[in-house]
């Protein structure tokens, strides 16, 4: 039972990863993975990743709203 619980957890954090990749224009596939193997505990990973994607993009000057 738990193991069972575990595997759909497990599919749904890969889920929500991989989307949220798509949307950041992340390689979709990679955090698909992690979000299989570890879940929740990536999500400041992933933030950051996110954070340092735009900053590569637009520059550390460049202010930025998001709504």
Known sequence: MIVLLIAILGVVFSLFFYCQAISS??????????????????WPMFCMK?????????????LLFSA
């Open 50 to 62: 996110k954070r340092v994607k735009v900053y590569q993009r637009f520059g550390f000057d460049c």
């Open 25 to 42: 224009g992340l390689g979709a596939k990679r955090w698909a993975t992690a979000g299989l193997m570890f879940g929740p505990l990536i």
